[in-house]
């Protein structure tokens, strides 16, 4: 089973875009990742300086449902990481169709149709097919009135700047605790659509960078010639994960107490692995448990491992091994590994 499941595993998590802020991403150049962003001060009376953290979020959310577009992708992490990809993206406003090809790394082309994920690997003329409830679109929610966002997190317009040849607004939106990260991002003025993206830890050093590199807004991108791209060439192999959808309760299990913000989403077992899959979020940042039977061969290093803004946690409990992983603070995977208690 996937260590990262949130979206296409960014990770980053994730990562709202975060259907767009897949792991297929690639870097910008290391003095770009740590330039400082242009900003200039909000004009009085200017009505985004005045918008809430629920209606920056809105309009992002929105805008990834309602524009096509063709762009290449940039991610890059603090430890150095860096990846690429071509995403083409279309939508009408209820569905969604989505290709992002690799440029860097194994080769791999993924294809979202609402919650319909097929990954083609051309090495091994292999078809991945699953489907995935939480999309990670940026900001990762249903929507953000529909969450307790506005309890957990902070925004305001800090400034203005260009990515990839629009004007974006910059919006900062910071945590109110240490439980989560905080984010800058990029907003295109006309429509919301996020650009670019900044994780950044409690001291505001940027962790991981995902932004476009070149960006076709309102691109002539077919949904239906997406989804012929999508058919399984002949010779090839399909492989469908033995995921089964369960409660946290029905498998024995359950927190002493809620993390703060952090509410269930959804909860898996795959039968051939017997691994759970508990996964939770506060609208922004998500975090899975991973539970199996503890095997000394196989779980044998316990703690804390970082790739960019992704944590993973590995803990032995009694007869039990666990692995959470999200993009937070250790400290909240911590307290999810802690709080995790057996019932039956």
Request: aromatic content about 8%; some cysteine; overall charge positive.
């Amino acid at each position: 089973m996937a260590r990262i499941a949130p979206g296409f595993g960014r990770l980053r998590m994730a990562q709202g875009m975060l259907a767009l802020w897949t792991a297929a991403a690639l870097t910008l150049a290391a003095a770009q990742a740590a330039a400082a962003p242009r900003i200039a001060d909000p004009r009085p009376g200017d009505g985004r300086a005045e918008r809430t953290v629920s209606d920056w979020l809105s309009r992002m959310h929105d805008a990834s449902r309602q524009r096509s577009y063709i762009g290449t992708f940039v991610v890059s992490s603090s430890n150095g990481a860096m990846s690429s990809a071509r995403i083409w993206h279309a939508c009408d406003g209820q569905r969604q169709v989505e290709r992002v090809e690799s440029l860097t790394g194994e080769r791999r082309s993924t294809f979202r149709r609402d919650d319909e994920v097929l990954t083609f690997l051309p090495e091994s003329r292999t078809v991945r097919s699953e489907r995935r409830e939480a999309l990670g679109i940026f900001p990762e929610l249903t929507r953000p009135d529909e969450t307790s966002i506005p309890e957990f997190y902070t925004a305001r317009r800090v400034g203005s700047d260009r990515v990839a040849g629009f004007d974006a607004d910059i919006v900062q939106v910071l945590p109110k605790d240490a439980l989560r990260f905080g984010y800058r991002i990029w907003s295109e003025k006309k429509s919301g659509l996020v650009v670019k993206l900044q994780t950044l830890d409690e001291a505001g050093r940027v962790l991981e960078q995902a932004a476009f590199s070149e960006l076709q807004l309102d691109a002539p991108v077919r949904m239906q010639q997406l989804v012929q791209q999508m058919a399984v060439p002949a010779g090839w192999r399909v492989e469908k994960p033995d995921a089964v959808k369960t409660t946290a309760a029905a498998e024995g299990w359950d927190l002493k107490a809620p993390i703060a913000g952090f509410r269930p989403l959804n909860c898996y077992k795959r039968p051939s692995e017997g691994v759970v899959q508990w996964i939770f979020s506060d609208g922004l940042a998500s975090v899975s448990l991973f539970i199996e039977d503890y095997d000394r061969e196989r779980h044998v290093q316990e703690g804390v491992f970082a790739s960019g803004s992704t944590h993973t946690l590995t803990r032995r409990t009694q007869d039990w091994w666990v692995t959470a992983v999200g993009e937070v603070p250790p400290a909240t995977l911590r307290a999810f590994a802690l709080g995790l208690e057996r019932r039956r």
